[in-house]
């Protein structure tokens, strides 16, 4: 049975203080089930990142951040050697679930800053827990605001678009709310446009047939399924006024990693002149690697594809390659949507100056 509203069921919740846990949406269950699970130790936070439990980089890197106050549960106040020791652990182990989306480091970096500022000034390890258990919580309410302020930015700059295209999910599930592309269409929305969506089921784990048609349809913003190898096909017929999509990891110079798929739809964006946007919170930007090339791709199982959702569709022993993300470079997108603005031209002097917010 499709599942009923999420308009109350946050997809990250943190239940209670520093002892508390961390309530997800299980989104490999979606769209059949709403279920929430919830993580009371550091080994189900990386197994639910690890699985696709949370997805989506703004999730995840939120998900980690409380991952850290999770594994440090296992240490007392009483012994700050074990704590210290314990936190490089905890943010090494969570850094090992997924390569690709910067947001995981970030947050985990920005966590271990927070503790190793508060041990320089003296603050003792109830006082650092604490601190930390805000700072996650910090990292999650800004995310609530990037994704809005990415929604106006996005809908001013396509206020003149009315049929979008998207690949996989960077919705509300991908975030701690709204979402990053999907923003944009329900900014457009709640604007009074008319508007509709082709959703690509984005193979092979259908993060577009599974999250996004069933968070816009939670929404009633109309949209179409379709297979992606469809795309090229509405955008001929002139069905298409812009492709929206978020990312998992910017270099400085623009190029752009998103979920396998994405790279095609730029390339088929610029034969059919359309204008390909990415929706994305300063945080995915890594300003350390200058181009799409030292971006790390996942690879992911083979039974992915050879056995989609526990089908085997593939001869037994066949070789897969199974990445799960490929790379977009700057000269095939138009505009970058931040939460402080738009990046357009896409090259690395805008790059750089949208990063240092001028
Ligand atoms: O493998 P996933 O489902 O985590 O991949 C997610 C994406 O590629 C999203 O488009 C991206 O993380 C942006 S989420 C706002």
Aim: proline share 4%; hydrophobic share 45%; with cysteine.
């Amino acid at each position: 049975m499709q599942s009923e509203l999420t308009a109350d069921v946050e997809p990250i919740r943190f239940v209670g203080q520093t002892d508390g846990a961390l309530e997800l949406i299980d989104q490999t269950l979606l769209p059949v089930e709403l279920t929430v699970i919830t993580c009371r130790d550091v080994e189900t936070v990386w197994e639910a990142i690890k699985l696709l439990r949370v997805r989506g980089a703004p999730a995840i890197g939120i998900a980690a951040a409380y991952g850290v106050v999770i594994g440090l549960q296992t240490v007392g106040d009483d012994d700050a050697d074990l704590f210290w020791k314990r936190l490089d652990e905890v943010t090494d182990y969570l850094a090992g679930s997924r390569p690709t989306a910067v947001n995981l480091f970030w947050a985990l970096d920005r966590m271990k800053r927070v503790a190793h500022q508060l041990r320089d000034a003296g603050r003792s390890i109830a006082e650092i827990r604490v601190a930390l258990l805000a700072e996650a919580q910090a990292i999650h309410a800004e995310d609530r605001e990037t994704c809005r302020a990415i929604g106006r930015h996005g809908a001013a700059e396509l206020s003149q678009a009315a049929n979008f295209l998207t690949h996989c999910n960077a919705g509300g599930l991908a975030t701690a709310e709204y979402g990053t592309a999907l923003a944009v269409f329900f900014t457009l929305q709640d604007d009074g446009k008319d508007l509709h969506v082709f959703v690509d089921e984005t193979r092979p784990l259908l993060q577009g047939a599974r999250l996004t048609a069933w968070e816009l349809s939670q929404r009633k913003i109309p949209a179409t399924l379709i297979c992606d190898s469809m795309a090229a096909q509405v955008m001929r017929e002139g069905r298409v006024d812009a492709i929206v999509t978020g990312a998992d990891r910017i270099a400085a110079n623009g190029d752009s990693a998103n979920k396998i798929g994405t790279y095609s739809l730029a390339v088929l964006a610029k034969a059919h002149g359309i204008p390909f946007y990415i929706a994305a919170p300063i945080s995915t930007f890594d300003m350390a690697i200058d181009s799409g090339d030292e971006i790390p791709i996942e690879e992911r199982k083979s039974e992915e594809i050879t056995h989609g959702f526990g089908k085997q569709t593939a001869p037994a022993g066949i070789n897969v390659y199974n990445p799960a993300f490929d790379v977009t470079p700057a000269e095939l997108i138009q505009g970058i949507i931040t939460e402080r603005g738009v990046i357009s031209p896409v090259t690395r002097e805008m790059v750089a100056q949208m990063f240092a917010g001028k």
